[in-house]
């Protein structure tokens, strides 16, 4: 009964200071024409999957720091236990108390593994313009290294559809494979399913960088492993009058290394990430946001998004989001001449990447420590009128049930 009063108080609470749960990553203002969509299974077990979207969206400090607080606070609880059970021996306690931590250890660790193992239901986008169309420059298959060895092209695709992506690039480490599954089973007409498109990660100037486009563009440029891709013979190629590459900076990396595309650089990308769905990604890009956006302004960069999806969880952090009159006519391929048109063409202003909002300590050492709290809140805050309303109707189912099962020694508790 406290905890579901509890939940109620916070649900009704937070609906006072109630925010948007998207907004734009490069002014953290909201972004006019963009709204979460959130099927109706979704709402059914949004309590759940709300909290199980929070916690992919943690950065690696953040996850760390909710760690922490919950071994302290389950520590702090176990102590205050032992006060009122001194008749159990010491050898004895120590035993159970023991298993009692191995079994919430073993719980928690199942509770995070549940959240990147289990199919279930996404929050995508939903823009209001049929002109704008959101895409993932950063997403994987089983073909690269390190991706889920069950994650297909086609589950791939059916990921991004339940993300609300309209387009998504197939960036596999060093391999165009995952593509080559991926682009027969495109639609006809762009606008009529989610479309994956080509490019691949690989390393320019030793740091990783995704290439949009087909394999004919950039095999010459490659070494034998495909890992490498050769900046001079770029320029070469640049230089007898081929199209330009359409490159785009990874995150996380150095940010000293970016080398613009320009005139005198033919080899330099034209695109940086602002956001990538990896912990260290996200890290990188909310405590070096300043500096990503001084950069793209000063170099003219397209501020892009990428999942860096490798087939683990069910959470987009993040849509690039494009205006392109017309692109549901389009063909899959014309549609991806159109998107490297657009980044090449408009550069700094081509993209408009929202994300889902979420609050970073930003090096502070109190916050840091606060993570759990002020996360908790800010999840609250968050929360759309369905998610409310599911919110309270578990709420209440939850202190129904337990009513009914309280043993008769609690009623005065």
Excluded at 173 to 202: F, I, K, Q
Aim: aromatic share 8%; with cysteine.
């Amino acid at each position: 009964m406290r905890t579901a009063a509890i939940v109620g108080v916070l649900v009704a609470g937070s609906a006072l200071a109630a925010v948007g749960p998207l907004r734009d990553a490069a002014t953290h203002l909201p972004v006019a024409g963009a709204a979460p969509h959130q099927p109706f299974a979704y709402l059914l077990g949004a309590p759940l999957f709300g909290i199980w979207d929070t916690l992919t969206l943690l950065t690696g400090s953040q996850h760390y720091a909710v760690l922490g607080t919950l071994i302290l606070l389950y520590i702090v609880r176990r102590l205050f236990a032992a006060r009122r059970r001194r008749a159990i021996g010491k050898v004895s306690w120590a035993v159970r108390e023991l298993l009692r931590a191995f079994v919430a250890l073993a719980a928690l660790l199942a509770f995070y593994a549940a959240a990147a193992l289990i199919p279930r239901p996404m929050t995508g986008i939903r823009l209001a313009s049929p002109d704008d169309l959101a895409v993932d420059f950063h997403s994987h298959t089983n073909r690269s290294h390190d991706g889920w060895s069950l994650f297909t092209a086609a589950r791939n695709r059916a990921w991004h559809e339940a993300g609300g992506f309209d387009a998504a690039y197939i960036t596999d480490h060093y391999t165009w494979e995952g593509v080559a599954e991926a682009l027969p089973a495109n639609p006809v007409r762009a606008g009529d399913r989610t479309v994956l498109l080509s490019g691949m990660e690989v390393r320019l100037r030793n740091r990783h960088t995704n290439l949009l486009g087909g394999m004919s563009r950039y095999a010459f440029a490659l070494d034998s492993t495909w890992h490498h891709l050769d900046p001079d013979s770029i320029a070469a190629a640049a230089g007898r009058g081929g199209s330009p590459a359409t490159m785009l900076y990874t995150i996380p990396g150095p940010l000293d290394q970016i080398v613009p595309l320009a005139p005198g650089s033919p080899a330099g990308v034209v695109g940086v990430e602002l956001s990538d769905g990896a912990p260290r990604g996200l890290e990188q890009a909310w405590s070096q946001r300043e500096e990503i956006l001084a950069l793209a302004d000063s170099m003219d960069l397209a501020l892009v998004s990428g999942t860096n999806h490798h087939g683990w969880g069910r959470t987009v952090p993040a849509w690039s989001v494009m205006r392109i009159p017309g692109w549901r006519e389009m063909s899959p391929e014309d549609l991806g001449r159109a998107i490297e048109a657009e980044l090449h063409r408009e550069r700094r202003r081509a993209v408009t990447v929202v994300e889902r909002r979420m609050p970073y300590h930003d090096g502070s050492a109190v916050m840091v420590a606060a993570t759990a709290p002020v996360v908790a809140w800010e999840h609250f805050r968050t929360l759309t009128v369905a998610e409310r309303v599911s919110w309270l109707l578990w709420a209440g189912f939850c202190a129904v049930i337990g009513a009914r099962f309280r043993k008769p020694s609690d009623e005065g508790a």
